[in-house]
T-cell receptor
């Protein structure tokens, strides 16, 4: 099966500019996650969707970050305006929805590396 | 607010078994233990998961203590390609629990 697709792979912007990242999950995966991973740290959950509804966005800086998952498939994460501390890899992951333990295995994309100058 | 604690780093000689510990002392009865690893510049990759019985697959073995408060991931014959950061997480099967990663263990396999 095709994996989780993310684009762009790399992006360099100036501070105060905007950027958008796109994610296409594995077909049939109802749950979609966006993580931010700063160099040397573990992935930090920004937002978790169940179909097109938000399960958790408690760590999403809502003054500058926004995310949507229209029609419960693809998702876009936007940053506007960007700050220097937003430099990180943005990882998208997806999983099935269900009570079986295997349904909760996350499959990650390769990530989008953002550099803010 | 990760529910697990892991040593920040470990070394292992190539060809030897790598034993990576994870403490999850506050685990609930319906939470599973999942292990992932992240090789440099890639997204995390699923390895194995379990509830209370020991599990084995083609990649690794998972040993969970009887009280379920800790577990050990075993890579039976570590290779240089196993050099990565290994993450242990706990979560329920199903439901809407958010999935949180800690800082993981950086495993360095030495030739």
């Amino acid at each position: 099966e095709a994996g989780v697709a993310q684009s762009p792979r790399y992006k360099i912007i100036e501070k105060r500019q905007s950027v958008a990242f796109w994610c296409n999950p594995i077909s049939g995966h109802a749950t979609l996650y966006w993580y931010q991973q700063i160099l040397g740290q573990g992935p930090k959950l920004l937002i978790q969707f169940q179909n097109n509804g938000v399960v958790d966005d408690s760590q999403l800086p809502k003054d500058r970050f926004s995310a949507e998952r229209l029609k419960g498939v693809d998702s876009t994460l936007k940053i506007q305006p960007a700050k220097l501390e937003d430099s990180a890899v943005y990882l998208c992951a997806s999983s099935l929805m269900g009570v079986a333990s295997g349904a909760n295995v996350l499959t990650f994309g390769a990530g989008s590396r953002l550099t803010v100058l | 607010d990760a529910k697990t604690t892991q040593p920040p780093s470990m070394d292992c000689a190539e060809g030897r078994a790598a034993n990576l510990p994870c403490n999850h002392s506050t685990i609930s009865g319906n939470e599973y233990v999942y292990w992932y690893r992240q090789i440099h510049s890639q997204g995390p990759q699923y390895i194995i998961h379990g509830l209370k019985n020991n599990e084995t697959n083609e990649m690794a073995s998972l040993i969970i203590t009887e009280d379920r408060k800790s577990s050990t991931l075993i890579l039976p014959h570590a290779t240089l390609r196993d050099t990565a950061v290994y993450y242990c997480i706990v979560r329920v099967a199903g439901g809407y629990q958010k999935v949180t990663f800690g800082t993981g263990t950086k495993l360095q396999v030495i030739p």
